[in-house]
C-alpha cells in the first residue's frame, strides 16, 4: 500500500466526532431523527458518530455517483434510492464523507425534500470550501480542509484506501 501523509488523526476524528454527535443531540432534544448515510463514503463516519450519539435514531442509506478517479463528472446519479416510507415526516439528517463542488449534497438535498421529511439538515466530516462550484453549506462541518485529494477513513481512490483509519493524502 502506498506511503500517505496523515492530515486527521485517529485522536483527532474520535474528539471531533463525539463533539458533532453533541450538537446534533441538543439540537434535536430527544426527538427522534434518521441518520441517512450517503454510501459508500459516509458509512465510517456515521457508524462512528452512531455509537456517540445518545438518542433516539435510525439509519437509512442512499447511493449516488459522480466521481472517477480524481476528476468529478460534474453529473451526480443516484444509484441506490431512499424509500418514501423512511423519509417522510421523520427529522433526516444527511451524512456524506466530504463536500468538494457542492453539487452532490445539492442533488441528495432536492431529491430527499421531494419525500416530505418533517425537516432536513446536512453533515458533514470534510469540507474542502475553496473547490465549491454550487452554493452550499452544511450545517454541520467536522473538519475544513485545504484543497487536496484526500483517502482514508471511508474515503477512496478508485474504490481502495477507505479501509485507512486516519484520513491522509499523497503528498506531490
Ligand atoms: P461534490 O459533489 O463535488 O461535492 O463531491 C462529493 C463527492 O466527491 C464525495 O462524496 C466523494 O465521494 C468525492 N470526493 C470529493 N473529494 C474527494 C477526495 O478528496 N477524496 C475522495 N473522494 C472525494
Redesign the pocket.
Known sequence: MENFKVLIDEKRLDQRIAEIAKEIENDYQGEEVVFCS?LK?AIFFTVDLMKKYNGLCEIQFVRVS??EGEN?TGT?TLKIPLKKENIENKNIILI??????????NYLVDYVKELNPKSIKTCVLLD?KARRVVDFEADYVAFDIDD????GYG???DEKYRNIPYVGYVQK
Open positions: 450517503v463514503g459522480s466521481y468529478s451526480v456524506e464523507d466530504i463536500v468538494d463542488t457542492g453539487r452532490t449534497f474542502k487536496l485529494f484526500v483517502v474515503l477512496d481512490y
